[in-house]
């Protein structure tokens, strides 16, 4: 590591440690995470997540170490490092390659204990679209998939991403929530995988709108 990323992460830690200070968390149904980490052995989950969301994900989770894929390119070396120094442990690998590197790296995490986080749409695209790498991962380590719904009542917008990134504003209540685990079994097909995508997808979007409406009333 350089020292030009060395400095920017640290100072990227700092922000992100004084802006978390500024944020509440109120979660919507707390229990469906509870009964899952008392009916499956640790890690206990996968976290399902929009690309977009990534930011108030990241707040929301800080003191829970989480394994977490990120690029192998240079360009993903300072996220790496950010989410290292909050706790995290991260899987690199080459997107060139299909993100097999980042896979195997990603099971290895699990299997030591740690819970997972994955951004399913990214880290290109297409927006709100489930691909397929989360699924192979719950069914080759046996963990299942929880969708987590992340929701800021103010945020900015980077219009210009092709995710329409949000970034939450300062001293904003950040909406959680979870939908039903998605359990994988290893002898599932690609066509059930298919089916799991659409399902995930859904439960997500939806469980979106439902934070939409209860923060509006």
Request: proline share 6%; with cysteine.
């Amino acid at each position: 590591m350089n020292l030009k990323i060395k400095i920017i992460s640290f100072l990227t830690f700092i922000i992100v440690r004084v802006l978390a200070t500024t944020y509440r968390f109120k979660i919507s149904n707390p229990e469906k995470l509870q009964t899952l980490k008392a009916t499956t052995p640790p890690p206990h989950y996968i976290y399902a997540i929009w690309h977009q969301n990534l930011i108030g994900a990241i707040f929301s989770e800080i003191g829970n170490p989480h394994a977490v894929i990120v690029s192998g390119s240079k360009d993903g070396e300072l996220v790496a490092v950010t989410c290292e120094r909050l706790g995290n442990k991260t899987a690199r690998g080459s997107s060139n390659r299909g993100g097999v590197e980042a896979m195997k790296a990603m099971i290895r995490l699990l299997k030591a204990g740690l819970p997972g986080a994955i951004t399913i749409d990214g880290p290109k695209g297409p927006k709100h679209e489930a691909k397929k790498g989360i699924f192979e991962i719950s069914r080759l380590t046996n963990i299942p998939i929880l969708p987590y719904i992340v929701y800021p009542e103010k945020y900015w917008v980077i219009k210009k991403s092709w995710d329409e990134f949000r970034i939450p504003k300062p001293f904003t209540k950040i909406y959680l929530s979870y939908g039903e685990p998605i359990f994988v079994d290893r002898s599932d097909q690609s066509e059930i995988l298919d089916q799991y995508a659409s399902v995930l997808k859904s439960q997500l979007l939806e469980g979106e709108k439902k934070l939409i409406n209860l923060i509006r009333h």
